[in-house]
């Protein structure tokens, strides 16, 4: 049975990443990308989906224990975890090496006292757990094959095959190490190169500590703020510099739920803001490799531009169900792609021109072709910014007016004349001015509830939504207007749980919303962060930095937050890591420390 989500570690080679339990079983791997088919699929279902556990041989039919401490080698994805035993303690270290030939997961084990026995029970199952590989010895390596894919394990301890399983049993002394690595390699090449496990973890160690030191960010929360970093790092897939929202598919926003999407793709919006928080925390060139994807994505037709794309820039993302699958919790459907990429998000084109933007700003090398596609996207907007659309929550419900769809309108715009007024480039500058007052007057007037003083999730409803918290951050409106100031209040009255976390907007539980879905979710993690943010922008800092302070709290051990908290059972839900949680995290961090700078 799968772990509780903060249970996992995240480790990973920047193409694709593996989740390992507290009780040492990586129970989820994609090979050899991120969005590839599943090896170990036991997080959405049972052991017999795929599932490595390495830990303390522990009786048959008994639950196998869990590590009593874990921690992330320093400043690094690399993992340790420890169990205390009866007799004698010992680690494991996992880790997968950036990238150089096959795509590798390295699990070292290391006596420390004692002399323990352990196990190693090795389960294969290509395809998300529906096709068992054929399992053979090639000298002294064991290699699984099935169709176009193979896994190549190599260890110098015994091995043994029972139950469509491979078994390695042991025991570990203090000081003595014994390595396992898996090596996938597509079938019908040879086999790749023997493994170095001691040499690969030095050369993982020292690129981690190197990528680390070009942080800038040197404030009281940098503990937290490197750990979301190196997180947001890992999920950045190397080749192409496109980033995933998340490692994970069908984690649920509400367990036993139906709201379970698949997260492998690069969202504009969700890598728009990441983008953001690497330039201003030292990151340029993970903002120069992923300004190129971004150009590569849309090139030759940004008029039609998605909301998301594949990691490569894959525009055919369809949406299908694994009914072999129980799901996380018996949580279903499990869902591989996804169909809101065909959806109409008019919020992406001020996510994207901001994050263009700020790349400009910063003194990101200048590219013609990204101020060209600023201009196109604008000349896309000034048509079709008074349509309805799906918003930025993905609704599946019928298309509206959403006020925030409009603001990032506003917002695009605006950055655009930005650049055309710093003399880069050249546009009709007063046609958009006028465009700019056109879009802010249409929110003021229809978007705003003057009756209760705050603005509304569209037009002419009175429901309120989360993401009006971003109208002070992205200039909108100056913090100290009383709309503003209204609508955070709003917010925190009526969409606050008990524990002053936010949700995204209110769900009609068991009948279908205004996102068309059954069910509910919990408190989303990245309007949680706006809200702090907001609180910190209107002066009341010190109730910032308590709410982000809680924030902080829920994260797992590691420092690792998923999507949403589900407030009624206290644990996290939704995909895991989740990128849109800890870039506000960033973000929110470094406003509280410029707060505190100036004396807030």
């Not at 898996?182 to 040499?199: C, N, V």
Request: aromatic share 10%; proline share 6%; glycine share 10%.
């Amino acid at each position: 049975m799968a772990g509780r989500i903060e249970d996992y570690a995240l480790i990973g080679d920047m193409q694709t990443a593996a989740l390992v339990c507290r009780d040492g079983t990586a129970d989820w791997l994609c090979l050899p990308r991120f969005d590839s088919h599943a090896a170990f699929a036991g997080l959405l279902g049972t052991e017999e989906h795929g599932y490595w556990r390495i830990g303390p041989a522990h009786p048959s039919g008994a639950a196998p224990p869990r590590a009593d401490r874990r921690r992330y080698r320093g400043d690094s994805l690399v993992l340790e975890s420890e169990w205390d035993t009866a007799r004698g303690t010992v680690r494991v270290i996992d880790f997968m090496p950036p990238r150089d030939g096959a795509p590798q997961l390295i699990r070292i084990v290391e006596g420390v006292s004692g002399r323990v026995p352990m196990r190693s029970a090795l389960r294969m199952r290509f395809s998300y757990g529906r096709v068992v590989p054929w399992v053979h010895k090639v000298g002294d390596r064991t290699v699984a094959v099935a169709g176009p894919d193979s896994v190549w394990l190599d260890t110098t301890a015994d091995t043994f095959g029972k139950d469509l399983t491979t078994y390695s049993d042991f025991t570990v002394s203090p000081g003595e190490r014994v390595a396992f690595t898996i090596s996938w390699q597509p079938s019908h090449r040879e086999a790749p190169a023997l493994p170095d496990p001691e040499g690969a973890l030095e050369a993982t160690e020292e690129f981690w500590r190197e990528w680390v030191t070009h942080c800038t960010y040197h404030g009281p929360y940098r503990d937290a703020v490197v750990r979301s970093l190196i997180t947001l790092k890992a999920l950045t897939y190397a080749p192409t510099g496109g980033i995933v929202a998340a490692p994970t598919t069908s984690l649920p926003e509400e367990i036993g739920g139906v709201r379970n999407w698949d997260y492998r793709f690069t969202w504009l919006r969700d890598a728009a803001i990441t983008l953001s928080s690497l330039l201003r925390t030292g990151y340029r060139e993970e903002a120069r490799a992923w300004r190129e994807w971004l150009l590569r994505a849309v090139a030759g037709d940004p008029e039609n531009l998605q909301i998301m794309y594949g990691i490569a820039g894959e525009r055919e993302l369809g949406e299908s169900e694994l009914d072999w699958l129980p799901g996380y919790e018996n949580s279903t459907p499990v869902r591989v792609g996804n169909g809101a990429a065909g959806q109409l998000q008019l919020d992406v084109y001020g996510e994207v021109t901001e994050a263009l933007h700020l790349a400009h700003m910063t003194g990101l090398a200048r590219n013609d072709y990204a101020s060209l596609l600023q201009l196109r996207l604008i000349g896309y907007l000034e048509d079709h910014w008074t349509e309805p659309d799906e918003g930025i929550w993905e609704v599946r419900g019928p298309r509206r007016h959403f006020v925030h769809s409009k603001v990032m309108a506003w917002v695009a715009v605006d950055r655009t004349i930005k650049l055309i007024e710093s003399g880069d480039v050249d546009g009709p500058l007063e046609r958009w001015r006028e465009l700019r007052e056109d879009i802010h007057r249409d929110v003021c007037d229809k978007g705003y509830d003057k009756e209760r003083n705050t603005f509304t999730q569209s037009y002419g409803s009175k429901e309120l939504d989360a993401s009006l918290l971003l109208i002070p951050q992205m200039g909108f409106l100056p913090p100290d207007d009383k709309r503003v100031i209204g609508t955070i209040e709003a917010i925190q009255r009526e969409l606050s749980t008990p524990d002053g976390f936010v949700l995204r907007y209110p769900t009609a539980g068991h009948e279908a919303g205004v996102d068309g879905l059954e069910g509910d979710e919990g408190a989303f993690l990245a309007c949680s962060f706006w809200l702090a943010d907001d609180l910190a922008m209107i002066g009341r800092v010190d109730e910032a930095r308590q709410l982000f302070e809680k924030l902080l709290a829920l994260r797992n051990d590691l420092g690792l937050l998923a999507e949403e908290w589900d407030p009624r059972l206290q644990r996290q839900v939704g995909n895991f890591p989740q990128a849109f949680s800890h870039v506000p995290l960033i973000d929110t961090a470094l406003r509280l420390t410029a707060s505190s700078a100036f004396g807030g």
